[in-house]
């Protein structure tokens, strides 16, 4: 051990010209939470399962709770997905991946995240619809909350029993409209919960931060009220003045307790849909605090369809601008054909027509035919105005394409096989590049497959389906990728903005933008695979910019809270700082503060 004389030994030489170097492990801060033990393991918010490292087993009160060996969280990834991807149906995977929402909601919603485009259609729709309607019988576990017309007179009291106290975004459903399933009464509280997955994966929306909402007023259906398993009021729905009482208490206690949130409503039926819309974004704002509320059925399916036909003219050669010139018809005149209608319209008026030239180029045909004037049936006060005047009334779905000639046809009418051979023949006789947009869920209520799309219209077709469908090879080689007119396109963006920006109001001209940076959102690439959306797996990217064109007119027009004019240069890097993104923090048991005397 001795030193030569003059100089040390290569290690203490290696030691005095060490110098300080930024340090490279976790950057994450601590989250301080309360539970300890047992409990965490049991709130899918915090538990990590295998993740636990034994720094945390010990400070947490979880040593000896958990098997010993430590995965990483990609490891707990792709066990979750080999899982998932051997179970033999859909049904059995949405059963799956739902028990993982319940146990870990980090990597529940990494995976979503990272899998969008395999899994959305299992959360969401076509799947969803199949597990609303086994949902009493599945039912184990509460998510969410449940109101009722029983709890009249106690709704404040029921919405503060929610645990979270910054609520930001929310789903609410009746039940009384669930996709093309009709009323599913309580069991259709799985459209809130796969709706607010996909607010958390593909808007950034925080887990604990949302919330799902049944407001069970009853059902009308018969197989519901005799069902002895059946979770909901086994009572008719209430109607008139007693609906709406119900509904203004719950809207009351939401605006009390959570006066920022952001309210959807979703699958209400047509007949109180457009009034609760409009009572509570119009009417509303004028007499209380106003409540930041949304419509994805009318809204939303507006918007995403108005972008797949501004970005299937841009794939024609054509502009965006070209909007005024389409001749539409909607097959469906319940509250989404209506709202579709209602937002192209919107879109043709803000590119320079007057409302009347802009309803002329619309023609919307329900089960008894087109809506004309000359007719004995009554019209809901929202279906008037899309009365024609110079038609005959009852006129088929094939006749008006005939004598109308429209350039777009759109399906909301969860008729299967409603767009004929003929039909569709027609539009491509008429047009050089036909619009054949058959958007009704689930996939077995579609007006035409994407393979009859193509094959009646010799490839021609500009096409997208509400639900998915798989890529179609032409005859002459060509592989066209089928575009879903999806409102998760939409509706994240939307949620994302109103939630940073703290929106009192989604305005017309928001949904416009919405529309106009989906429609901007393709690369060429997407383009010339036939699709008129982007990519499934881009919808993070998709939502971003979403939120940042609603939150820009947010701003402009005076409805953020959180925003000025000074930020709308920096809009979107503020809204990507708030966004959720799914990885594990440290966890830190809060405790009491001592205080000294």
Request: glycine share 8%; aromatic share 8%.
């Given at each position: 051990?001795?030193?030569?004389?003059?100089?040390?030994?290569?290690?203490?030489?290696e030691?005095?010209?060490?110098?300080?170097?930024?340090?490279?492990?976790?950057?994450l801060?601590?989250?301080?939470?309360?539970?300890?033990?047992?409990?965490?393991l049991?709130?899918?918010?915090?538990?990590?399962?295998?993740?636990?490292?034994?720094?945390?087993?010990?400070?947490?009160g979880?040593r000896?709770?958990?098997?010993?060996r430590?995965?990483?969280?990609?490891?707990?990834?792709?066990?979750?997905?080999?899982?998932?991807?051997?179970?033999?149906?859909?049904?059995?995977?949405?059963?799956?991946?739902?028990?993982?929402?319940?146990?870990?909601?980090?990597?529940?919603?990494?995976?979503?995240?990272?899998?969008?485009?395999?899994?959305a259609p299992?959360?969401?729709?076509?799947?969803?619809?199949?597990?609303?309607?086994?949902f009493?019988?599945?039912?184990?576990?509460?998510?969410?909350?449940?109101?009722?017309?029983?709890?009249?007179?106690?709704?404040?009291?029921?919405?503060?029993?929610?645990?979270?106290?910054?609520?930001?975004?929310?789903?609410?459903?009746?039940?009384?409209?669930?996709?093309?399933?009709?009323?599913?009464?309580?069991?259709g509280?799985?459209?809130?919960?796969?709706?607010?997955s996909?607010?958390?994966?593909?808007?950034?929306?925080?887990?604990?931060?949302?919330l799902?909402?049944?407001?069970?007023?009853?059902?009308?259906?018969?197989?519901l009220?005799?069902?002895?398993?059946?979770?909901?009021?086994?009572?008719?729905?209430?109607r008139?003045?007693?609906?709406?009482?119900?509904?203004?208490?719950?809207?009351?206690?939401?605006?009390?307790?959570?006066?920022?949130?952001?309210?959807?409503?979703?699958d209400?039926?047509?007949?109180v849909?457009?009034?609760?819309?409009?009572?509570?974004?119009?009417?509303?704002?004028?007499?209380?605090?106003?409540?930041?509320?949304?419509?994805?059925?009318?809204?939303?399916?507006?918007?995403?369809?108005?972008?797949?036909?501004?970005?299937?003219?841009?794939?024609?050669?054509?502009?965006?601008?070209?909007?005024?010139?389409?001749?539409?018809?909607?097959?469906?005149?319940?509250?989404?054909?209506?709202?579709?209608?209602?937002?192209?319209a919107?879109?043709?008026?803000?590119?320079?027509?007057?409302e009347?030239?802009?309803?002329?180029?619309?023609?919307?045909?329900?089960?008894?035919?087109?809506l004309?004037?000359?007719?004995?049936?009554?019209y809901?006060?929202?279906?008037?105005?899309?009365?024609?005047?110079?038609?005959?009334?009852?006129?088929?779905?094939?006749?008006?394409?005939?004598e109308?000639?429209?350039?777009?046809?759109?399906?909301?009418?969860?008729?299967?096989?409603?767009?004929?051979?003929?039909?569709v023949?027609?539009?491509?006789?008429?047009?050089?590049?036909?619009?054949?947009?058959?958007?009704?869920?689930?996939?077995?209520?579609?007006?035409?497959?994407?393979?009859?799309?193509?094959?009646?219209?010799d490839?021609?077709?500009?096409?997208?389906?509400?639900?998915?469908?798989?890529p179609?090879?032409?005859?002459?080689?060509?592989?066209?990728?089928?575009?879903?007119?999806?409102?998760?396109?939409i509706?994240?963006?939307?949620?994302?903005?109103?939630?940073?920006?703290?929106?009192?109001?989604?305005?017309?001209?928001?949904?416009?933008?919405?529309?106009?940076?989906?429609?901007?959102?393709?690369?060429?690439?997407?383009?010339?695979?036939?699709?008129?959306?982007p990519?499934?797996?881009?919808?993070r990217?998709?939502?971003?910019?979403?939120?940042?064109?609603?939150?820009r007119?947010?701003?402009?027009?005076?409805?953020?809270?959180?925003?000025?004019?000074?930020?709308?240069p920096?809009?979107?890097?503020?809204?990507?700082?708030?966004?959720?993104?799914?990885?594990?923090?440290?966890?830190?048991?809060?405790?009491?503060?001592?205080?000294?005397?």
């Open positions: 051990g001795k030193r030569w004389m003059g100089g040390f030994h290569k290690k203490e030489t030691d005095l010209r060490a110098s300080l170097q930024p340090w490279r492990g976790t950057h801060t601590p989250l301080r939470i309360k539970s300890h033990g047992h409990h965490i049991q709130n899918p918010l915090y538990n990590k399962g295998t993740n636990f490292d034994y720094g945390e087993r010990d400070r947490l979880l000896g709770l958990l098997p010993p430590v995965l990483d969280f990609e490891t707990q990834k792709e066990l979750c997905m080999r899982n998932l991807r051997a179970l033999p149906s859909n049904i059995d995977k949405y059963v799956y991946i739902e028990n993982l929402h319940d146990y870990n909601e980090t990597v529940y919603h990494s995976i979503l995240c990272e899998h969008m485009e395999e899994l299992i959360v969401y729709t076509p799947t969803v619809g199949d597990a609303c309607k086994q009493g019988y599945r039912f184990n576990r509460a998510r969410g909350l449940y109101l009722s017309a029983r709890d009249r007179g106690h709704m404040h009291a029921a919405v503060g029993n929610w645990p979270h106290i910054d609520v930001h975004v929310m789903v609410v459903t009746d039940g009384s409209r669930i996709l093309g399933l009709g009323d599913l009464g309580a069991n509280m799985g459209i809130p919960i796969g709706k607010l996909l607010y958390c994966a593909a808007g950034g929306i925080a887990p604990h931060r949302v799902p909402v049944m407001l069970d007023v009853g059902t009308d259906n018969k197989e009220l005799e069902d002895k398993y059946y979770i909901g009021l086994q009572q008719p729905r209430l008139g003045g007693e609906y709406f009482e119900v509904l203004d208490e719950f809207m009351d206690a939401i605006r009390c307790r959570y006066p920022n949130a952001f309210v959807q409503f979703e209400f039926s047509s007949d849909a457009y009034k609760i819309l409009n009572y509570y974004r119009d009417d509303e704002c004028e007499k209380r605090n106003p409540v930041c509320v949304f419509n994805d059925d009318i809204q939303g399916t507006g918007a995403v369809t108005l972008a797949g036909i501004m970005s299937g003219l841009v794939n024609m050669g054509q502009s965006v601008h070209n909007l005024p010139d389409q001749r539409v018809l909607v097959a469906g005149a319940g509250s989404a054909g209506v709202g579709v209608a209602s937002m192209i919107q879109g043709m008026m803000m590119q320079g027509l007057s009347e030239e802009a309803l002329s180029r619309f023609c919307l045909v329900d089960a008894d035919g087109l004309a004037t000359d007719d004995s049936r009554h809901t006060m929202e279906q008037q105005k899309w009365v024609r005047t110079d038609m005959k009334s009852g006129m088929s779905l094939l006749e008006v394409c005939k109308f000639k429209p350039t777009v046809l759109m399906g909301l009418s969860s008729c299967s096989g409603l767009f004929t051979e003929e039909v023949r027609e539009m491509a006789k008429n047009n050089e590049r036909p619009f054949i947009f058959p958007l009704s869920n689930p996939t077995k209520n579609a007006e035409c497959t994407a393979e009859q799309a193509y094959e009646w219209t490839g021609r077709a500009i096409f997208a389906s509400g639900s998915p469908f798989d179609v090879t032409l005859k002459d080689g060509r592989v066209m990728y089928t575009s879903q007119c999806n409102n998760m396109f509706f994240p963006g939307i949620g994302l903005a109103a939630s940073a920006a703290k929106c009192t109001k989604i305005s017309d001209s928001m949904l416009f933008a919405t529309a106009v940076a989906v429609a901007n959102s393709l690369s060429d690439q997407d383009r010339a695979e036939g699709r008129v959306y990519k499934v797996e881009k919808i990217e998709v939502s971003i910019e979403v939120a940042t064109a609603v939150a007119k947010a701003v402009e027009e005076g409805y953020s809270k959180a925003f000025t004019k000074k930020d709308i920096d809009l979107q890097e503020l809204i990507v700082k708030k966004m959720y993104s799914p990885f594990y923090v440290p966890l830190v048991e809060r405790t009491a503060r001592r205080v000294m005397a």
